[in-house]
C-alpha cells in the first residue's frame, strides 16, 4: 500500500511499499466503501486539504492495525474533502486487502484510466489481472449457489460476468447449464457449442454432448408440433426425423409414422411403424403400441393396391364398365332416333334394312 503518512499538500508519487501479507483479513469490506467518492465542493482549498491529511492519518493508522474497513472510510473521506489520484490508489489497495475483490478491482482500473504516474500505473497493471481471476472465480461460484436455489436468471447472469473477466471455459459451462435448467433451449445449445469450442479435449465433453443431443432433440420436437398443428404433416415428419437423429428414442419413431400417415407416405409410415413396434415392449407405450396395430392393417392394403398393375385395381373396371355402358347408350340411342326417322321420303318403313352396330370388347 502506499505510505498514508504524506500530506496531500504536496500530492507527489507515492511510496509503494506495502506491509507484509495478513493470514487473516477478517471479512470482506461492504462494496459500499469501495467505491469512488464524489468530491465535495471547495475541495482545492488549503483548509479542505488539511482536512484531508488528517483523515489519511487516520487511515494509515487503521490500515496498519489490519482494520481494513475503517482504513477505507477514512480514505474515502479523504478523497471527498481532497480528490487526489494517490488517495484514490491507497483506497484500491486497502479494499485489496480487505478482500472487497470485485470492488478493489473497479477501483484499480479508475486509477489507471486517470493516467497516473508510472509508478502507481505499474501497480495497478500488476494487481489488475490477479484481481480479475479472483473476482471472477467468487462470481462464478455465487453462479452455482444461485443455481442450486433455482434462480438460473441470476446464476446466468453472474457466470456470463465471470467470463467477462476471466475467458475460462468453465464459465460458459455454467452459462449453459443456466440456460438448460432454465428451459432456455436454444440458447443452451449455442453455448454448449461455444464450451466445445473453447475447451477441447476436457473430460466434460461427453456430459455436454449428451445435453446437446437431448437439447437438439427436445428443439427438433418442437418444431415438428409446431407443424403438425398446421397440417405441415411432411415437414413434420422431417422435423421428427431429425429429432430421432439426434436422440434415437421410439416415442419419436412412432411421431414419425403418424406423420407419414397423415402425409400419405404409405411406405415410410409402415416402417415406422414396424420399427416402433420391434423396439418396445408391453406394457410400455400401449396407447401408441394399439394405434400402430391398428393402422398397419389398412396401410399394408393400400401399399398392396398402390403396387397393383392398373388393369388389376377394382376402380379401373368400374370405370371401363360405366364408359362400356355409356357407349352402348348412346348406339342404342342413335339407333331408335334413326329407326323413327325416313332417310327417303315416300319409301315405306318395312323396305329398309337397319344395320345394329356390334359392340366388342377383348379382354
Known amino acids: 500500500m502506499a505510505s498514508l503518512s504524506s500530506g496531500v499538500a504536496n500530492a507527489g508519487p507515492q511510496d509503494t511499499h506495502e506491509p507484509a501479507p495478513q493470514t487473516s483479513p477478517g471479512p470482506a469490506i461492504p462494496s459500499e466503501f469501495c467505491t469512488k467518492p464524489t468530491a465535495k465542493a471547495g475541495a482545492s482549498d488549503k483548509s479542505a486539504q488539511k482536512s484531508a491529511r488528517a483523515f489519511l492519518l487516520s487511515a494509515k493508522k487503521a490500515y496498519d492495525e489490519n482494520n481494513y474497513l475503517e482504513s477505507a472510510k477514512a480514505l474515502q473521506k479523504a478523497y471527498e474533502t481532497s480528490p487526489q489520484v494517490e488517495t484514490l490508489f491507497n483506497l484500491a489497495q486497502t479494499c485489496r486487502e480487505g478482500s472487497a475483490t ?3 478491482l473497479k477501483l484499480y482500473e479508475e486509477v489507471l484510466a486517470s493516467d497516473p504516474d508510472d509508478n502507481i500505473a505499474a501497480e495497478c497493471k500488476r494487481h489488475i489481472p490477479t484481481l480479475k481471476v479472483e473476482a471472477a472465480a467468487q ?4 453462479a452455482k449457489e444461485q443455481l ?7 446464476a446466468q447472469a453472474l ?5 467477462k473477466l476471466d475467458g475460462k471455459p468453465l464459465y460458459v459451462f455454467h452459462m449453459a447449464e443456466a440456460q438448460r435448467i432454465g428451459g432456455q433451449h436454444r440458447e443452451a445449445i449455442l453455448s454448449y457449442e461455444r464450451y466445445l469450442n473453447l475447451a477441447t479435449g476436457e473430460e466434460r465433453q461427453p456430459e455436454v454432448l449428451g445435453h446437446l443431443s437431448h437439447l437438439r432433440a427436445m428443439d427438433e420436437e418442437r418444431r415438428a408440433e409446431e407443424h403438425t398443428r398446421a397440417g405441415e404433416h411432411t415437414q413434420a415428419m422431417a422435423a ?8 434415437p428414442r421410439p416415442i419419436y419413431t412412432f411421431r414419425i409414422a403418424e406423420s407419414a400417415r397423415q402425409a400419405g407416405s404409405t411406405g415410410e409410415a409402415i416402417a415406422s411403424y414396424q420399427r416402433f413396434l420391434r423396439d418396445t ?3 410400455d407405450y400401449s396407447t401408441e403400441r394399439k394405434s400402430a396395430e391398428d393402422n398397419l392393417p389398412q396401410l399394408q392394403k393400400e401399399l398392396q393396391d398402390q403396387k397393383k ?19 352402348g347408350a348412346g348406339i342404342a340411342a342413335g339407333v331408335i332416333a334413326g329407326q323413327n326417322q325416313r332417310l327417303l321420303p315416300g319409301v315405306d318403313d318395312s323396305n329398309y334394312r337397319v344395320l345394329m352396330p356390334q359392340l366388342s370388347i377383348h379382354y
Not at 240 to 247: D, K, L, N, P, V
Not at 310 to 326: D, E, H, P, S, V
Request: net charge positive; no cysteine.
Open 148 to 154: 442450486a436455489q433455482k434462480d438460473t436468471a441470476k
Open 281 to 283: 415392449h408391453p406394457p
Open 309 to 327: 398393375p392398373i388393369y388389376k385395381r377394382w376402380w379401373f373396371w368400374t370405370i371401363i364398365g360405366g364408359a362400356a355402358a355409356g357407349i
Open 240 to 247: 421428427w426425423q431429425a429429432a430421432y437423429r439426434s436422440e
Open 159 to 163: 457466470a456470463e460476468e465471470a467470463f
Open 139 to 142: 462470481l462464478d461460484k455465487q
Open 102 to 104: 470485485r470492488a478493489a
